[in-house]
């Protein structure tokens, strides 16, 4: 098998030879348009087509086919005629739903000669599928409370309501929904039965759900795989696992979510023995190369601390997609190979593997909640206490990583803690083997900036092993920004300008530094220039989300609908801050004036 990836690099032993295809499911096209060599097609061709448009999601064709009903209506001469019709609106109705357009759907709801359970169903599951759950549970109390036996609730509405209610708050209405059950006489539907086992697991009630199970006089592989998932996913392992072993020895055979559901309950005992016995029973049946199920073995393994085990699935696995790729992450991360982890995940970017959010969590997973939280503190100007954490993390032997010495000389610069912070720089190489980036570099020249050490920063940048990046010139920038040094801005503005020409920070921060010195002509040749080199400063956004809505604001925006409250409350705050003697520093905002008036 040939190697499509190259994770050999300072790997475990046993991973030196990797041959890792890498195959993701390309999503399958499949064309809508269906061809009759009829010139009129009858309502079997007619509700054929439709299904597929409501398949597809094709709202384009499935109201053309609307519109030509319309022109062409069907003749109401007989009952099969009228029930021919209805099988037509239903499937139309059934496209508008599944393409998310309720209006046009209850439009034609409304307009219909004639309904009957399926109507009703179709429009019932629209808006549960769209989440509109107040129509949908009104329309379903309109069914349930009609005496038309056209228009009554099936066992179809009942399963349809019951997978709606898949949360806490849903419990009293899958006990409302059970009880419609006996009055209508479904209790012996195992359709019913089974929707009623998964609602009550999701909702919680993890004794009813059982209860339902128990009371069943028939079973199918759906009844048995929706009480064991439930069961593991609500963490009652030993009982998922005891029913799994149970339902092996009956009539009926377990299926590829039955076995995933054991495999789940294995992970969460850690039952390596009992998972190796199901990983045979799976090559027996020849269903260990599923996508879910390597995934899940290979979390299985990886919890059991088998992960040699886990990394041979993932090594020979047909197919790869996003879920095997972050269970080997976090396998790697769990069991104390996070340079092993770093290195796969750098490669996935490396090759151009879409990364996904899980697959980021995973990986940040690798530092060690000391880090995290030294990071936190350092960031947010308790400087001090980040430095107290690092010291617990000292006691309790936690190793310390790059991030965590970026963490603590960002902490030092912001406290002033200058010989406090090259203690941290030299200790980092000679007591811990790691070499400081291009970032911690920057972070001891704004360390010394800030401090008003412009020359002894300079110094520190000239004595450095490699060639100085943006970022360290940024800092020293942005250090004489804040003392107000030209002279040395100007030096460090052009090294920057050499890094990077088309960046506008460089001109920005000089223009700034000429304004807070009342050095307006050289202010102005600065701008000149910016323009002369045709270089733009992007405008700076700022964002918050409020309602899980993200709002973004930029300078003197006046596009957000609610703008003149937004712009009176920060007038009271304004006002608010003055009265605390609160004084704006105009360096910065006289960049914003009127530059041609300045040229």
Not at 142 to 156: G, L, N
Not at 231 to 260: C, H, I
Not at 283 to 290: F, N
Not at 325 to 333: E, G, H, R
């Amino acid at each position: 098998m040939k190697s499509r990836w190259n994770f050999s690099a300072q790997l475990p032993s046993w991973l030196d030879s990797l041959n890792i295809p890498f195959t993701m499911k390309a999503p399958t096209f499949q064309n809508p348009f269906l061809t009759t060599s009829k010139s009129v097609l009858n309502h079997t061709e007619l509700s054929s087509l439709l299904s597929v448009c409501g398949r597809d999601g094709n709202l384009n064709l499935g109201s053309s086919i609307h519109a030509r009903i319309i022109k062409q209506p069907p003749f109401y001469d007989s009952d099969s005629s009228l029930r021919n019709a209805l099988f037509v609106w239903n499937s139309l109705l059934s496209v508008y739903t599944k393409c998310g357009q309720l209006q046009d759907a209850v439009k034609l709801f409304d307009h219909m000669p004639v309904k009957d359970t399926v109507s009703w169903n179709t429009m019932i599951s629209g808006f549960l599928r769209n989440r509109d759950l107040d129509t949908g549970f009104r329309l379903f109390k309109q069914t349930s409370e009609s005496r038309t036996v056209c228009c009554r609730f099936d066992k179809a509405t009942l399963s349809t309501m019951l997978s709606a209610c898949d949360g806490l708050e849903f419990s009293g209405a899958t006990k409302m929904v059970h009880g419609l059950v006996f009055v209508g006489g479904f209790e012996r539907e195992v359709t019913v039965g089974n929707a009623l086992i998964t609602s009550y697991f999701k909702c919680g009630c993890f004794s009813e759900g059982k209860q339902v199970f128990y009371e069943m006089l028939e079973r199918n592989v759906i009844t048995w795989t929706a009480v064991i998932s439930g069961l593991a996913k609500s963490e009652f392992y030993e009982d998922g696992l005891r029913l799994f072993n149970q339902m092996r020895w009956g009539p009926v055979s377990p299926n590829s979510l039955t076995y995933l559901s054991a495999l789940m309950a294995c992970s969460g005992l850690q039952a390596l023995s009992d998972g190796r016995k199901i990983h045979g029973m799976l090559w027996k049946l020849g269903m260990q190369s599923d996508l879910c199920i390597e995934s899940a073995l290979m979390d299985l393994y990886s919890k059991c601390g088998s992960l040699e085990a886990a990394w041979q699935i993932f090594e020979f696995a047909e197919e790869l997609d996003e879920v095997s790729l972050t269970v080997i992450l976090v396998a790697f991360t769990q069991n104390g190979l996070e340079e092993e982890a770093i290195q796969i995940f750098m490669r996935m970017v490396k090759l151009g593997i879409e990364v996904d959010p899980n697959m980021v969590s995973a990986i940040l997973g690798v530092f060690v909640l000391g880090t995290s939280l030294t990071f936190a503190y350092a960031r947010y100007g308790d400087g001090f206490r980040a430095l107290q954490f690092y010291d617990a993390m000292r006691v309790d032997g936690i190793a310390p990583t790059d991030v965590t010495f970026l963490s603590l000389l960002h902490a030092c610069s912001h406290a002033g803690l200058v010989e406090k912070g090259m203690e941290f720089l030299e200790s980092m190489t000679k007591d811990h083997g790691l070499s400081p980036r291009s970032e911690h570099y920057a972070c001891v020249v704004d360390m010394l900036g800030r401090a008003g050490l412009l020359k002894e920063a300079k110094r520190f940048i000239e004595g450095l092993p490699e060639n100085p990046g943006v970022l360290v010139w940024q800092a020293l920038l942005g250090a004489c920004g804040i003392h107000g040094d030209s002279e040395m801005g100007k030096y460090a503005a052009d090294k920057l300008f050499l890094a990077t020409p088309d960046s506008p920070a460089p001109y920005v921060l000089m223009a700034n530094i000429y304004s807070s010195e009342g050095k307006w002509k050289e202010r102005a040749r600065a701008i000149k220039r910016m323009k002369e080199m045709g270089v733009a400063k992007e405008v700076g956004i700022s964002w918050i989300e409020i309602e899980k809505k993200v709002n973004s604001f930029v300078a003197g925006d006046k596009m957000h609908p609610q703008a003149d409250d937004i712009f009176c409350l920060l007038s009271v705050l304004l006002e608010h801050l003055k009265d605390e003697g609160y004084v704006p520093d105009k360096r910065c905002i006289l960049y914003y004036l009127d530059q041609d008036k300045m040229d």
